[in-house]
C-alpha cells in the first residue's frame, strides 16, 4: 500500500486528524465527491478508514479502468473487504481464473434458464404479493427486501417458500450482508462481522449438503443448475467452487433489485403521470402470461428501472487495487494504490445528462438517449470483465413485479418521497412507507 508520500502528488483536501476523510464523506458522500471534483478535478486522493485512495472520476476513468486493456487493476484486490465473508466469489478474481470461472457461470445464465426462473418467479411472486397489506401505510423498502429474499429461496435455491431452511437461510443471508459493509472487519463475539461468519459458515455448509441431491436430481433453479453447469469445454466446478460462487451470487442479487423497486415505487407515487403510463402498458398487455413477449413490451418500464438506476444506483462506488504503476491524465499513479470509480456521481453529471437531478425516464428514449453521450454515461451495472452478469435476470424481475403489482394495485406515498443514504449501501432514510389501493375500487371511483 504506498505511503501518503507516494501519493503527495495527487491533489486532494486538506486531512482531518485521524479519522481521515470517512466522517465528511460517510455524512454525504454525493455531495462531498462533487465538491471535491469540482476543486480538485477528476484524480484526487482521500482517506477512508485508514486507507489511503485515488478517486478517478467520470465516464473516461470508468472506461479506462473497467476495460482495463493492460491488465493493470485488480477487482479481487479492490473487493478485499468482501474476502472474509465471500471468499472465491467471481467478483475476488482476476483475468484467466475469472474468465474461465465466469464461463462456468454463464451456463446458469443461458436464455433457457432463465426462461425456468421467470415461470417459479411469476408464480411465487403472485403469491407473495397477496399477502401484501392494502389500504394502509407499510414500509416497502423492508417487504421488497423480505419478498426478494423469500423469493430468493424459490427461485435460486428451489426451496419451499416458506419452509424453516429457508427461513434459516435468508437470517443468515442477511447477516452475511450486514456484516460485508461493517466498519469493524474483526469478528469479534456478538458484533455483525462475527453474525456474518456464522451465517457464512451455516450457508456453506447447507449448499455443500445440498450438492449431491441436485447434482441427481437437476432443477429449474440457480442452484441446481450451478451444480450442473459446464463451460464450452465441458469444465464444471467442484463442491467448494460451486458454494463459493453461489454464496456471492445472492448476496449480489439481493439487495441491489429490492433498492431499485423502492427507487421505482417512491418515483411512481411522487409523479402520477408516470405512475399512469405504466398502468397503461400493463393493462395494454392483456391478462396474458407474464412470459418473454410480454415483458419485451415493457418499454416504459424499462425507461423508469433505468432512471431509478441512474438516480440511484445500487452499486454507487466500484473498487479497484492498481497493480502496476500506471499514469492517467498527467498523474503517475504507484503499484499498490486503491482505486475508487464513482458511477453514482458520473450519472449525475451534467455534461452528461440534462437536468442530471431530475426524475426524467424520457431521457432514455431513443429520439434523446442520453445514456449514450458516452460509452460509460451509464453504468449502473458496471462495465468490462466484471460487468453484472445479473443485469438481464434483474431487468426481468423489475418487470415482473411492476406489471404483478400495477395489474392489482396502485401505488400511494402518505408522506412523500423519502431522502437517501448513499453509503455504504444506497437505502431510504426512514424506509418508504407506501399505501397500495385496489385498481377497481380507483376505477369504480373516478
Ligand atoms: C439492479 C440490480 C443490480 C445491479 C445494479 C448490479 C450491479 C452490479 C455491478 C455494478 C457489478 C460490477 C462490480 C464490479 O465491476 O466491481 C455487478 C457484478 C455482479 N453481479 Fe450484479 N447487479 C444487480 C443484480 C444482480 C443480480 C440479480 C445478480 C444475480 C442473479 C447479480 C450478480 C452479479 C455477479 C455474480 C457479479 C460479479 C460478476 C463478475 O465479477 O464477473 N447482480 N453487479
Given at each position: 500500500m504506498p505511503t501518503r508520500a507516494a501519493l503527495s502528488h495527487i491533489p486532494g483536501p486538506p486531512l482531518p486528524p485521524l479519522v481521515g476523510h470517512t466522517l465528511t464523506i460517510a455524512r454525504d458522500s454525493y455531495g462531498t465527491q462533487q465538491e471535491y471534483i469540482r476543486r480538485y478535478g477528476p484524480v484526487y486522493k482521500t482517506k477512508m478508514l485508514g486507507v489511503w485512495r485515488v478517486n478517478l472520476c467520470g465516464p473516461d476513468a470508468l472506461e479506462y479502468v473497467l476495460l482495463d486493456q493492460e491488465k493493470n487493476f485488480s477487482s479481487e484486490g479492490g473487493w478485499d473487504a468482501l474476502r472474509k465473508i465471500y471468499p472465491g466469489g467471481l467478483i475476488l478474481q482476476d483475468f484467466d481464473k475469472h474468465r474461465m470461472n465466469r464461463r462456468i457461470m454463464t451456463a446458469a445464465f443461458r436464455a433457457s434458464a432463465i426462461r425456468e426462473y421467470r415461470a417459479r418467479m411469476e408464480q411465487t411472486m403472485n403469491d407473495l404479493l397477496l399477502s401484501w397489506p392494502r389500504e394502509r401505510p407499510f414500509d416497502f423498502y423492508a417487504a421488497i427486501k423480505d419478498l426478494t429474499l423469500r423469493m430468493g429461496g424459490a427461485v435460486f435455491m428451489g426451496l419451499p417458500l416458506d419452509g424453516a431452511l429457508a427461513q434459516k437461510i435468508n437470517r443468515a443471508i442477511k447477516n452475511e450482508i450486514r456484516a460485508s459493509v461493517t466498519p469493524i472487519r474483526?469478528?469479534?463475539?456478538?458484533?455483525?462481522?462475527?453474525?456474518?461468519?456464522?451465517?457464512?459458515?451455516?450457508?456453506?455448509?447447507?449448499?455443500?449438503?445440498?450438492?449431491?441431491?441436485?447434482?441427481?436430481t437437476g432443477g429449474n433453479d440457480f442452484f441446481s443448475q450451478m451444480c450442473v453447469a459446464t463451460d464450452d469445454d465441458g469444465h464444471a466446478w467442484d463442491e467448494e467452487?460451486?458454494?463459493?460462487?453461489?454464496?456471492?451470487?445472492?448476496?449480489?442479487?439481493?439487495?441491489?433489485?429490492?433498492?431499485?423497486?423502492?427507487?421505482?415505487?417512491?418515483?411512481?407515487?411522487?409523479?402520477?403521470?408516470?405512475?399512469r403510463r405504466l398502468v397503461q402498458e400493463v393493462a395494454d398487455l392483456g391478462d396474458v402470461p407474464l412470459d418473454e413477449d410480454a415483458l419485451a413490451k415493457m418499454t416504459e418500464t424499462d425507461k423508469v428501472f433505468r432512471e431509478a438506476l441512474r438516480l440511484v444506483p445500487p452499486v454507487p462506488f466500484i473498487p479497484r487495487l492498481a497493480l502496476r504503476d500506471f499514469h492517467w491524465q498527467g498523474f503517475d499513479i504507484p503499484a499498490g494504490t486503491s482505486l475508487a470509480l464513482n458511477p453514482g456521481v458520473t450519472m449525475l453529471s451534467p455534461d452528461l445528462y440534462t437536468s442530471p437531478e431530475g426524475f426524467d425516464p424520457d431521457r432514455f428514449s431513443p429520439e434523446r438517449a442520453e445514456d449514450r453521450s458516452h460509452r460509460f454515461a451509464w453504468t449502473p451495472f458496471g462495465g468490462g470483465a466484471h460487468k453484472c452478469i445479473g443485469m438481464h435476470f434483474a431487468t426481468m424481475q423489475v418487470k415482473l413485479f411492476v406489471a404483478t403489482l400495477l395489474r392489482r394495485n396502485r401505488v400511494g406515498l402518505p408522506y412523500g418521497a423519502p431522502e437517501w443514504q448513499r453509503m455504504p449501501i444506497p437505502k431510504p432514510k426512514g424506509g418508504l412507507p407506501l399505501v397500495l389501493r385496489p385498481a377497481t375500487a380507483l376505477r369504480r371511483a373516478a
Open positions: 474483526h469478528a469479534i463475539p456478538f458484533t455483525p462481522m462475527w453474525h456474518g461468519v456464522r451465517g457464512r459458515d451455516f450457508l456453506r455448509n447447507t449448499f455443500r449438503d445440498l450438492i449431491a441431491e441436485r447434482r441427481e467452487q460451486i458454494v463459493n460462487q453461489f454464496n456471492l451470487l445472492i448476496m449480489a442479487a439481493h439487495d441491489t433489485t429490492a433498492t431499485s423497486l423502492t427507487v421505482m415505487m417512491s418515483a411512481l407515487g411522487s409523479h402520477p403521470e408516470w405512475q
